[in-house]
């Protein structure tokens, strides 16, 4: 039973537009989002987090967006560039414990030059 | 920069063989993590410790062992490698009371024939 989804495995962009990756969760208890990225050959590396008491985050071209009563959040990119190819996995974690981290099963996007 | 690096990119095992998965971090962490990712399952947790010689199976330990003897150093164990245990093993870590923002390494791709 997969607590955290992502139910695109992947994504296609020209670069210059907006990418939006979607996540959506079924356990209530959790209270801390995060999104990695991973290019092929090298380990995830952190990119965004959201404490569930805010809706929306931002750095920089990334912004991350949860909608607690749908127990959904996204990842924009904007704009998109090329080197933003590579696999995005939502996680979700709670009880402020990265031991209950849960990962979704990952995005592939891919941007167009 | 915070260093986890993974002795092994990529090891070929037969059916039957013990398999050592070595991880080292230079960050004084202490949690550390072994995960393993398939495709279309994201990262599932194989064993956690939050302090040496201590440690926590995670959500598929069947199979694997782990051994924590020193703070930097976290070895993942196949006592008798199988063919369902092919896949790409991820250590990370973190410091403690961290809510999920992990430093992975870089991966080490097993094959057992």
């Known amino acids: 039973d997969q607590q955290v989804k992502q139910n695109s495995p992947s994504l296609s962009v020209q670069e210059g537009r907006i990418s939006i990756l979607n996540c959506d969760y079924t356990n209530s208890m959790f209270d801390y989002f995060l999104w990695y990225k991973k290019y092929p050959a090298e380990g995830p590396t952190f990119l965004i987090s959201i404490s569930s008491i805010k809706d929306k985050n931002e750095d920089g071209r990334f912004t991350v967006f949860l909608n607690k009563s749908a127990k959904h959040l996204s990842l924009h990119i904007v704009p998109s560039q090329p080197g933003d190819s590579a696999v995005y996995f939502c996680a979700a974690s709670w009880g402020g414990s990265a031991r209950q981290l849960t990962f979704g099963s990952g995005t592939q996007l891919t941007v167009l030059p | 920069d915070v260093k986890v690096t993974q002795s092994s990119r990529y090891l070929v095992k037969r059916t039957g063989e013990k398999v050592f998965l070595e991880c080292v971090q230079d960050?004084?962490?202490?949690?550390m993590f072994w995960y393993r990712q398939d495709p279309g399952l994201g990262l599932r947790l194989i064993y956690f410790?939050?302090?040496?010689?201590?440690?926590e199976k995670g959500d598929i330990p069947e199979g694997y062992s782990v051994s924590r003897e020193k703070k930097e150093r976290f070895s993942l164990i196949l006592e008798s490698a199988s063919t369902n245990q092919t896949s790409m093993y991820l250590c990370?870590?973190?410091?403690?009371?961290?809510?999920?923002?992990?430093?992975f390494g870089e991966g080490s791709r097993l094959t057992v024939l």
């Open positions: 410790s939050y302090d040496v010689k201590m440690k």
């Open positions: 990370a870590s973190t410091r403690g009371g961290n809510t999920g923002e992990l430093f």
């Open positions: 960050m004084d962490h202490e949690n």
